[in-house]
């Protein structure tokens, strides 16, 4: 069994290397109409050049796993602004996506709680929509949209579970196919848990991204074995392995909230059950300290016996 183990988005090793920093609507509204065409293209600059920073540090240190920042380009779909963000950086864009498929680089995007499916609001769906064609044409401009995920959330219940699952499914029908095959769903830690989520990644054909923190803090009825079998399978058709999400409590009283590093202890269960069923999957890592936690964590698991380091950032377990 081989795991790989990668981070979100800002490599804090770096110096000043943000691939997220902004402009509010707020700010852009104060500016003279002809700056701020040329602002927003400084900003999204930046942040083109830090992603880059962060692909080249991926790379010198074997860490194939990363997750994109969804703010590269800022105010990309705020309904008064939606600006050509492709055009002007065709190049930066290619020569990203070019170092991801050369090094065979994992890439990702998850978007924010308010891209979801749930809402009985039309205009809130239309957002969402919108999001997510903005995270897939990044994708596109990259060239590596066939390969890419993007990670949502089924959403909130609404009060009613049942009722929202059902306006889940059917709001969906309102995205895009092509978009709708490289999305996938995570377990949440307050209403949607791992056997809810499975469910409907089963109905819609949609793979289960499972986070393991959230599992532990909104527990399913079934075994986790069972619910592993299960979630595995959903990833059958996309050729990727299984992605897993990793993260440690940042206290007992703040159960749900990311601690700086993933304790062993706390993920040891789930390593050990991954064992028996010795197939290689991924883990992203959800902590604070982002790469230091991921190298740090690749040091722990190859501590155990029978675990041995094959890169910067995977193990294998014979």
Same mark, same amino acid.
């Given at each position: 069994?081989?795991?790989?183990?990668?981070?979100?988005?800002?490599? &804090?090793?770096?110096?000043?290397?943000?691939?997220?920093?902004?402009?509010? #609507?707020?700010?852009?509204?104060?500016?003279?109409?002809?700056?701020?065409?040329?602002?927003? =293209?400084? /900003?999204?600059?930046?942040? *083109?050049?830090?992603?880059?920073?962060?692909?080249?540090?991926?790379?010198?240190?074997?860490?194939?796993?990363?997750?994109?920042?969804?703010?590269? /380009?800022?105010?990309?779909?705020?309904?008064? /602004? *939606?600006?050509?963000?492709?055009?002007?950086?065709?190049?930066?864009? *290619?020569?990203?996506?070019? *170092?991801? =498929?050369?090094?065979?680089?994992?890439?990702?995007?998850?978007?924010?709680?308010?891209?979801?499916?749930?809402?009985?609001?039309?205009?809130?769906?239309?957002?969402? &929509?919108?999001?997510?064609?903005?995270?897939?044409?990044?994708?596109?401009?990259?060239? /590596?949209?066939?390969?890419? &995920?993007?990670?949502?959330?089924?959403?909130?219940?609404?009060?009613? =579970?049942?009722?929202?699952?059902?306006? #889940?499914?059917?709001?969906?029908?309102?995205?895009?196919?092509?978009?709708?095959?490289?999305?996938?769903?995570?377990?949440?830690?307050?209403?949607?848990?791992?056997?809810?989520?499975?469910l409907a990644c089963q109905k819609e054909n949609i793979p289960l991204l499972f986070d393991y923190h959230h599992h532990m803090a909104n527990l399913s009825t079934r075994p986790l074995d069972e619910?592993?079998?299960?979630?595995?399978?959903?990833w059958e058709k996309t050729g990727l392995k299984p992605k897993i999400h990793i993260s440690s409590p940042k206290s007992e009283k703040a159960f749900r909230s990311h601690a700086d590093y993933v304790e062993l202890d706390f993920i040891r269960p789930l390593l050990d059950m991954l064992k028996t069923f010795n197939r290689d999957v991924d883990f992203m890592i959800?902590?604070?300290?982002?790469?230091?936690?991921?190298?740090?964590?690749?040091?722990?698991?190859?501590?155990?016996?029978?675990?041995?380091?094959?890169?910067?950032?995977?193990?294998?377990? =014979?």
């Amino acid at each position: 069994m081989k795991i790989r183990l990668g981070y979100v988005s800002h490599a &804090i090793s770096l110096w000043e290397a943000s691939p997220a920093r902004t402009l509010t #609507f707020t700010r852009y509204q104060q500016m003279p109409e002809e700056e701020r065409l040329e602002k927003l =293209k400084a /900003v999204t600059a930046v942040n *083109l050049q830090n992603t880059l920073r962060m692909l080249y540090f991926n790379i010198a240190h074997e860490i194939q796993l990363y997750r994109l920042s969804s703010s590269i /380009v800022p105010l990309a779909t705020h309904p008064e /602004v *939606l600006w050509d963000f492709v055009t002007p950086f065709k190049e930066e864009w *290619l020569e990203i996506g070019d *170092l991801i =498929k050369k090094y065979r680089l994992r890439v990702s995007f998850h978007p924010n709680q308010f891209t979801l499916f749930t809402s009985a609001r039309e205009d809130v769906t239309r957002n969402a &929509i919108k999001d997510m064609e903005y995270h897939y044409r990044m994708f596109e401009a990259m060239g /590596v949209e066939k390969e890419s &995920i993007i990670n949502i959330h089924i959403g909130g219940a609404y009060g009613d =579970k049942l009722a929202t699952i059902g306006r #889940f499914h059917e709001n969906l029908k309102m995205l895009p196919y092509h978009i709708k095959e490289q999305m996938t769903l995570e377990n949440d830690d307050k209403t949607y848990n791992a056997d809810e989520t499975l469910l409907a990644c089963q109905k819609e054909n949609i793979p289960l991204l499972f986070d393991y923190h959230h599992h532990m803090a909104n527990l399913s009825t079934r075994p986790l074995d069972e619910l592993l079998a299960e979630i595995f399978q959903t990833w059958e058709k996309t050729g990727l392995k299984p992605k897993i999400h990793i993260s440690s409590p940042k206290s007992e009283k703040a159960f749900r909230s990311h601690a700086d590093y993933v304790e062993l202890d706390f993920i040891r269960p789930l390593l050990d059950m991954l064992k028996t069923f010795n197939r290689d999957v991924d883990f992203m890592i959800e902590a604070k300290a982002k790469d230091k936690a991921a190298l740090k964590l690749t040091e722990d698991i190859s501590s155990i016996r029978g675990v041995k380091r094959i890169g910067g950032a995977e193990v294998e377990w =014979k």
